[in-house]
């Protein structure tokens, strides 16, 4: 009998021992990559943004290649119908509603995105595969949802919260989103 009062304990430690794996290379490969200022930013090329600060090309970037934030507050406020500021690193925000994008080379994206995809389909009610890009997948359910979109020049990861609009109204939201990242 004491052996059936540790099944749940020993289940659990190895779920979690298997998802330890993807979950580190998913925070090695896909750190947040978005400018914090008020303007979109460009960060010219690998070459070019390794020769002036002297340093090599950015480890958070496989190929070297991670899109800066595509958005400013504004341009967020306006997707979104609602005034939101900017609270840096790509995140903005009211104090209730959240919308963060997170960008990556496109090879880290594709690195992680059967995971990421796996992981949304048992996290959100509802997973619709894009249209747009390599490859992409919007997933969302009543409080929240997330996009993931991997293009020529990278991978966006946006993710939205407590908007208030239900599931239909958080995937309008990322659609719209979606929609404004530049091709």
């Keep these: 009998m004491a052996s059936d009062a540790l099944t749940p304990a020993r289940t659990a430690r190895t779920h979690r021992a298997r998802l330890a794996l993807p979950l580190l290379l998913l925070a090695l490969l ?16 690998a070459d070019t943004a390794a020769g002036e ?12 290649v991670r899109p800066p934030c595509p958005f400013t507050a504004a341009q967020v406020s306006e ?18 509603a959240q919308l963060a994008v997170t960008t990556a080379s496109a090879t880290a994206g594709k690195a992680t995105y059967d995971y990421q995809h796996d992981q949304a389909g048992q996290q959100y009610e509802k997973v619709v595969d894009l249209d747009r890009g390599e490859r992409g997948y919007l997933a969302v359910k009543d409080v929240r949802g997330e996009a993931v979109l991997i293009e020529g020049k990278g991978t966006y990861t946006v ?6 609009g239900g599931t239909a109204g958080n995937e309008q939201i990322l659609r719209r989103t979606l929609d404004a990242i530049p091709a």
């Design 79 to 96: 997707l979104v119908d609602r005034k939101l500021r900017d609270e840096g690193n790509c995140s903005f925000g009211d104090g209730i």
């Design 159 to 164: 993710t939205i919260s407590s908007f208030g």
């Design 53 to 64: 600060d002297g340093g090599g090309v950015d480890a958070g970037a496989v190929d070297g």
């Design 30 to 45: 896909a750190p947040a990559g978005c400018d914090s200022g008020d303007g979109i930013v460009d960060g010219g090329s």
